[in-house]
C-alpha cells in the first residue's frame, strides 16, 4: 500500500494528500466537482440525522415524568442529553485526527443509535436511571447532526465555506423542523410494536441516525482510484494528534477566543428565551397547537435562512454576519420586552427573529472558528466550542426559571438583550485587548 504523505494546501489551509507519480494532481475541474458531491452527501446524511433531534428535545422529558408520576423529572433528560452532546463533541474532535471526519460522525450517529435503543429499554422497565444513561449516549447524535457544519466548511474550502456551512444547516432544517410532527405518529408504530407511545420518536432516531452513520461510513472509504479531491473527502485524517499546549497555542492565535464567546452567548439567549416561551404561551391561554406553531416558526427561523446567511458570510465577511446575529438577537430580546404576550403574532415575529439571529451567530461565528485556529488543531477547536455551546445552553436553561419568577418574561428579555449587544461588540472588545497586550 503506498504511504500518503501530507502537505497545506494554500486553497483552503487543510491537509490534503500529498500528489505522487500514481496520482496526479486532478483538473480543478474534478476536483470542484468532488468536493460538491461530497457535500451533497455530508448533507443528506444532515437531513436523516437531523430528523432523530425530537426524540430527546421532545419526547425525553414527557417519558421522564410519565415513568416517575412527577414533573420535578422533566428536565433531567435534556440535561443529560446536554451532557453526552457535549462530551461525545470532544471524543469526535479525538477521532477526526485519527479516522477522518466523516467516520468520527458517523461513530456519533452509533451513541445515538445506543442511547435510543436504551431509552426504549428505559420506557420497558420503567426506569429513570436507565432513561438518563440512554438519553446521555444520545447526545452523540445531535452532536454529529451540529458538527456536520465543520465538516462542510473544510469541504467547501475557502471561497464557499459560508456557504458549505449553510446548506448542511439547511439540511438539517428538514428534519429538525418535520420530526417534532412525527409525535403522534410514531407513537401509533410503538403501540403497534408493543412498546410504550412515547418510544415512538426514539424508534425514528434509531432509523434516521443508522441511515445517516452508513451514509457516512461508506462515503468515507477511501478510494482504490486516484479520483480523491484531498481534503474534501470525509474519510481523509485531517492531522496528527495534537497536545493539549498545542491546542492552547493554537486557540490563543487570532480571534478563537471571541468566536468561542460569540457562539455560547448566542447559543445561551436562544436557549434560555425557548426555554420559557412555551411555558410563557400556555399560561396565556394559548392552545397547545398554536404552541407547537409558534415554537416551529421559531425553528424555521433557526435552519432556513441558512444558504442566504451562508452566501453571506462568503461575500461579505463571517464577522459581519456574526454581528448582524448579535444584534438580531438584540432587536428579538428588545421586543420581547415590550410585546404583549397575549398578542400570539407579535410572540411568533419575535420568536422568528431570534431563530434568524441564531442562524447568523452560528454560520458566522462557525465559519470565523474555522479560520482563526491552523488546521492541526482545528478539530479539537470545533469540539471544544461545541463544548462552550453545550454548557452555555445549559445554563441558559437554568437561569431561565428563575430570573422569569424574579421579574417576569420581560427580565429574561432584557438580560437577553444585554448580552446579545456585548457579542455584538466582541470584535472592538477583542481589537482593543490585542492593541493594549502590544504595548504592554
Known sequence: MQRRLGFEDPADGMTAPHPTASAPPEPAAHAGGQRRRTLTVLALATAFG???LAAGGTAGGLLAVEITGTQAVAGLPIGALIIGQALSAILMAVLTHRSGRGRSLAIGYLLGIAGAAIVALAAVTGSLFVLLVGSLLLGGGNSAVFLARYAAAEIGGEAVRGKAIGAVLFAASIGAIASPNLLGPSSQLATVLNLPALTGLYLVAILCFSAAGLLLAVASLRPRSHGQAGAALLGQRTAQAVSSRQIVSGLGQGSAWTCLLLLAIVNLVMVAVMAIAPIQLDRHGTDLNTVGLVVAIHVAGMFLP?????????????????????????AAMVTGILLDMDDVLAMSAMLFLLGVGWNLGIVGGSALLVTSVPSSVRPSAEGIGE???????GTGAALAGPVVLAGGFAALCAMGALM?????MLPFLASGYRHVKRRS
Open 50 to 52: 437531523s430528523a432523530g
Open 306 to 330: 441558512s444558504p442566504l446567511s451562508g452566501w453571506l458570510a462568503d461575500r461579505i465577511g463571517a464577522w459581519a454576519v456574526a454581528r448582524a446575529g448579535a444584534l438580531s438577537i438584540t
Open 387 to 393: 463544548v462552550a455551546m453545550g454548557l452555555a445552553a
Open 420 to 424: 446579545a449587544a456585548t457579542a455584538a
